[in-house]
């Protein structure tokens, strides 16, 4: 490799397998295009280069399609692509095979009795990347909030056309939010983040799959006052179409009985909801003091978090100190913040939604989240740090980011 280079092509020994490159170091570093190709060829190429009078021989580095080259035939029998083979192994077929294990788990969970509320089909986002729906909705009863115990969202996700080349590019953050009292600011913008907030995901890159089914129960209050309520999908870039989205309520089960009454929006004195954690600063005056409704038997904390720009490959933990107890991320999510910046981390999340086999880099691990994924809520029950519920609740944050790896942790953050 010789310094301002554009690409290297390394030759491997003859009787010897070729190896990923990249997988035992940091070569990714090197900002230039890297393959490595069999004794043969290499002695081929060499040869190429030394029938040319200047000793140059140009090498283009390109990647060619073939339809019909994979097709899978899903549970129902019917016809599925596969994805684009940007990670050429046959572990891309087994990732095929684990999302069309986990659609048809899917179908299953959508055949469950619940009471379905539509809200869009076959919408297709317009001026901002947006889709827009009004549905009048009666006010929730007591008798209904005790006849049900968890509501979730249903969100299908597809292209104006009906392959996969036909999709836009680039991954964006996905937010459904809903908003019953007359206010003008519908919809977020990425990466999300506000109180009116439904539901977040992530668009694929360039693939039509993206079905979710997504237990959104502790954020069931934004709908309760009913009458006309203005759902909002924008889906950051290119043109998608919001092939369906509704809520289900579930009947109550033992166990588990009756939806939350109420809820409340954190809201922390001196912070945004788009402000970025680059600094200590980001965790300063994070903190709270909650009075606790008349009557309250349970509280559950929950939360949306997805870490974008320089957060997006490093790995981040997220805590909240409820009184005197503590709640974190690691503790019921390590996987989905720890494993960011690892080379396969995302592949572990295909059996629970993600779309493999994108053209792109969907395989590395994010901070939160993967690509044509929901970004499901966290939720603790944090019942147990609350001696009384007559008294006040006392709430703090705060997150901690960490080398790839998860060494070093510490407050100055990732981007």
């Known amino acids: 490799y010789n310094e301002g280079g554009g690409g290297a092509v390394i ?3 003859s009787n010897e397998a070729l190896t990923e490159v990249g997988a035992s170091s940091s070569i990714d570093a090197l900002g230039i295009v890297v393959t490595m190709i069999d004794a043969v060829a290499g002695n081929w190429l060499q040869t190429e280069i030394d029938n040319q009078e200047s000793g140059v021989l140009a090498i283009v580095f390109n990647y060619s399609s ?3 080259f994979f097709f899978a035939v899903d549970a129902s029998g019917d016809l599925q692509q596969v994805g684009w083979e940007k990670y050429p192994d046959l572990m891309m077929l087994g990732w095929a095979g684990e999302y069309l294990s986990y659609t048809a788990a899917l179908d299953e969970r959508l055949m469950r009795p619940s009471l379905v509320i539509p809200v869009m089909a076959d919408t ?7 889709a827009e729906a009004t549905v009048e909705l009666a006010p929730f009863t007591p008798e209904q909030l005790a006849l049900y115990s968890t509501m979730e969202l ?3 996700l597809g292209c104006t056309g009906v392959r996969d080349e036909d999709c836009p590019t680039w991954d964006h953050c996905i937010t459904v939010t809903v908003d019953c009292h ?11 983040g506000g109180p009116t907030e439904l539901w977040r995901g992530i668009t694929s890159f360039k693939r039509r799959s993206g079905r979710w089914l997504t237990d959104i129960t502790p954020f069931a209050p934004l709908i309760y006052e009913g009458g006309t309520c203005d759902f909002s999908v924008k889906t950051g870039g290119g043109t998608w179409v919001v092939s369906e989205l509704k809520l289900r309520l579930l009947p109550s089960e033992e166990g588990r009985k009756g939806l939350p009454i109420s809820s409340t929006p954190l809201q922390w004195p001196q912070h945004s909801d788009s402000e970025k954690f680059n600094s200590a600063a980001y965790n ?13 038997t349970r509280i559950k904390l929950a939360a949306i978090i997805s870490g974008h720009g320089g957060c997006e490959f490093m790995p981040t933990s997220h805590h909240f100190r409820v009184n005197a107890l503590e709640f974190n991320t690691s503790a019921i999510a390590y996987d989905r913040f720890m494993l960011a ?20 880099t969907w395989y590395y691990g994010r901070n939160g989240w993967c690509d044509g994924q929901d970004i499901a809520p966290l939720q603790w029950d944090v019942t147990e740090a609350v001696d009384d519920f007559g008294e006040s609740l ?3 944050y705060s997150a901690l980011s960490y080398d790839v790896g998860g060494g070093n942790p510490s407050d100055a953050g990732c981007g």
Do not use: M, W
């Open 124 to 130: 297709v986002t317009k001026d901002s990347n947006t």
């Open 154 to 156: 249903y969100f299908s």
């Open 182 to 192: 007359n206010r003008s600011n519908h919809g977020l913008a990425e990466p999300g």
């Open 284 to 296: 300063a005056n994070r903190s709270l003091v909650l009075e606790i409704p008349p009557g309250t």
């Open 66 to 68: 073939h339809a019909g």
């Open 341 to 360: 910046g690892s080379d396969l981390g995302c592949t572990l999340q295909v059996p629970f939604g993600s779309v493999p086999n994108e053209h792109g």
């Open 394 to 396: 006392r709430l703090s």
């Open 11 to 13: 030759v491997q020994d």
